[in-house]
């Protein structure tokens, strides 16, 4: 009979649990030591190892002959316990039995000697399924227990486990295993197995099990049941879901407002049955990705922290390339957007009208009154600035006296003086993208003045300067009359930046003539 693989490999040892070594080596050093505790409490999301670090535990606890607190697997006691044979560790799934008999039923249990064993063992989870008069039942036996009795219980819903009962366990918490020791355990098992497992897929593989094991290993065994090489791509059809690649390119779509282009790429998707939440999922995954390469400043893959940033090198380069497309306020003014889709999908049945509004207002200039479309228009506004797109004005020429002695042959003005025509000094200003960050540093020092400063506008001229422009007369006076201006020096200083000095401007005042720039607000 064929074993599922995340059976076949799951761990007979402390040592060999991937991700949760600051519990297994506690655990371990309390069956070394024996002060094994009467009750624990293993708390986490699904797949982390509650259930194999339970039973490992329970065979440790009755072992003749441990290994470094771990069970030896080879002796009477192991072998009948991995069988299922023994009376004495019984595997109870609370939500089948979550009434206060079942209960009860334990507890007379509990007051015989084990039959076989040294500890009688009982591992019960999804605990938090039991019901308030089976907790107060089990609640009875936790206060008093036999010193020959363990109980090990198991939840990933930890916050609906009375209080009464986490007072008298000893509580783990699980963690998420990382995504790199996710592939490190996948590439293990598939060297093991024969399965040919691409870089990429196993990275993939471990994203989609979000932290989990038992998932990651499912997912692999389901990719490889063809004997066939296990690549991305196979990945994404296996598990319903779309590559990289298409979700970066449908965010390129948004970015460049190829309205035809984003109709065909949810159609291409609805086609194919894929779960449409699923993709805008994926999609805020993209956003919040680049978020963090704007953030940081990420310019090359191995700069970025494997732990924030894990992703592969043609993913970075296409996140990075479509990321300078998006200024900040329009990202958040997007993830808020893709939050509001996921939601109604989950509510209503039409996702692909849900989808399809919803791409087409992100890639349309942003609309409405909210905070978060008032500074994506802003920030789209400052983009164009910065890109030179509104008209230039020509450069100004004025007339400059010099000496007769040196230039004889220049025409002379009604005063009597020589002059020559030059172009006046350049003075243009370009969008300073590191003001987030500068306001961020300046807070530090001026709490009560940041929040001004966060509704302002900062440029750098050709001179040196940083010109920070307020809409609002109270901020401007009160950030003149104060060190404001030393403070912001300073501030840039810290993200790496230097001002000759800093001008606070009033942009309230006459339209300029041939801008349009209040139109486009």
Not at 506 to 515: D, M, Q, Y
């Given at each position: 009979m064929h074993q599922a693989l995340y059976r076949k490999w799951r761990p007979t040892s402390f040592e060999?649990?991937?991700?949760?070594?600051?519990?297994?080596?506690?655990?371990?050093?309390?069956?070394?030591?024996?002060?094994?505790?009467?009750?624990?409490?293993?708390?986490?999301?699904?797949?982390?190892?509650?259930?194999?670090?339970?039973?490992?535990?329970?065979?440790?606890?009755?072992?003749?002959?441990?290994?470094?607190?771990?069970?030896?697997?080879?002796?009477?006691?192991?072998?009948?316990?991995?069988?299922?044979?023994?009376?004495?560790?019984?595997?109870m799934d609370a939500a089948s039995n979550t009434g206060v008999d079942y209960i009860r039923d334990i507890r007379e249990e509990v007051m015989f000697a084990p039959g076989e064993m040294s500890t009688r063992v009982y591992i019960i989870d999804e605990v938090h399924m039991l019901s308030e008069g089976a907790f107060n039942a089990l609640l009875k036996t936790l206060e008093?227990?036999?010193?020959?009795?363990?109980?090990i219980l198991a939840t990933t819903e930890l916050q609906k486990i009375p209080a009464t009962i986490l007072s008298r366990c000893q509580r783990f918490d699980f963690r998420r295993i990382p995504v790199k020791e996710l592939m490190s355990r996948l590439d293990f098992i598939a060297k093991e197995e024969g399965i040919e497992l691409e870089e990429d897929a196993s990275r993939l593989i471990a994203k989609l099990s979000q932290g989990g094991m038992r998932d990651a290993i499912s997912l692999l065994?389901?990719?490889?049941?063809?004997?066939?090489?296990?690549?991305?791509?196979?990945?994404?059809?296996?598990?319903?879901?779309?590559?990289r690649e298409t979700v970066i390119g449908v965010v390129q779509m948004v970015a460049c407002r190829d309205y035809k282009g984003i109709f065909t790429a949810i159609s291409d998707i609805y086609r194919s049955s894929k779960d449409l939440a699923v993709f805008f999922s994926d999609l805020l995954a993209v956003y919040r990705d680049m978020m963090v390469i704007r953030a940081m400043r990420l310019t090359e893959k191995s700069e970025a922290d494997p732990e924030i940033l894990d992703v592969?090198?043609?993913?970075?380069?296409?996140?990075?390339?479509?990321?300078?497309?998006?200024?900040?306020?329009?990202?958040?003014?997007?993830?808020?957007?893709?939050?509001?889709?996921?939601?109604?999908?989950?509510?209503?049945s039409d996702k692909r009208i849900i989808a399809e509004m919803t791409l087409i207002k992100m890639a349309s200039k942003a609309e409405g009154d909210s905070n978060e479309a008032l500074s994506a228009r802003i920030g789209e506004l400052e983009d164009k600035l910065a890109r030179g797109a509104f008209a230039a004005r020509a450069p100004e020429?004025?007339?400059?006296?010099?000496?007769?002695?040196?230039?004889?042959?220049?025409?002379?003005?009604?005063?009597?003086?020589?002059?020559?025509?030059?172009?006046?000094?350049?003075?243009?200003?370009?969008?300073?993208?590191?003001?987030?960050?500068?306001?961020?540093?300046?807070?530090?020092?001026?709490?009560?003045?940041?929040?001004?400063?966060?509704?302002?506008?900062?440029?750098?001229?050709?001179?040196?300067?940083?010109?920070?422009?307020?809409?609002?007369?109270?901020?401007l006076s009160?950030?003149?009359s104060g060190n404001a201006k030393d403070n912001l020096l300073r501030a840039a200083l810290e993200v790496g930046d230097e001002f000759k000095k800093v001008i606070f401007l009033?942009?309230?005042?006459?339209?300029?003539?041939?801008?349009d720039l209040l139109d486009e607000l």
């Open positions: 060999s649990v991937v991700g949760q070594e600051h519990i297994t080596s506690v655990l371990s050093y309390e069956v070394k030591n024996k002060k094994l505790s009467h009750a624990y409490l293993f708390c986490g999301s699904r797949g982390t190892g509650k259930t194999t670090c339970a039973k490992i535990l329970a065979k440790a606890a009755n072992c003749a002959h441990t290994v470094n607190g771990s069970p030896c697997n080879v002796c009477d006691s192991c072998r009948a316990i991995d069988s299922g044979s023994s009376v004495d560790v019984l595997e008093e227990p036999p010193t020959n009795v363990i109980f065994e389901l990719c490889a049941c063809d004997k066939n090489k296990v690549t991305s791509a196979l990945v994404s059809e296996k598990a319903g879901v779309c590559g592969s090198d043609s993913e970075f380069n296409g996140l990075a390339a479509v990321a300078k497309d998006f200024k900040y306020p329009t990202m958040v003014y997007h993830t808020k957007l893709l939050k509001e889709a996921i939601s109604a999908m989950s509510r209503q020429v004025v007339e400059k006296s010099v000496d007769t002695s040196d230039a004889p042959n220049l025409p002379k003005g009604d005063n009597g003086k020589a002059f020559e025509k030059v172009e006046k000094d350049d003075d243009s200003e370009v969008e300073y993208e590191s003001w987030i960050e500068v306001v961020s540093e300046y807070e530090k020092a001026d709490a009560g003045g940041a929040p001004f400063l966060r509704g302002a506008t900062a440029f750098k001229n050709s001179k040196g300067d940083l010109i920070v422009k307020l809409s609002d007369k109270f901020a009160l950030l003149e009033l942009t309230e005042g006459k339209k300029a003539k041939g801008s």
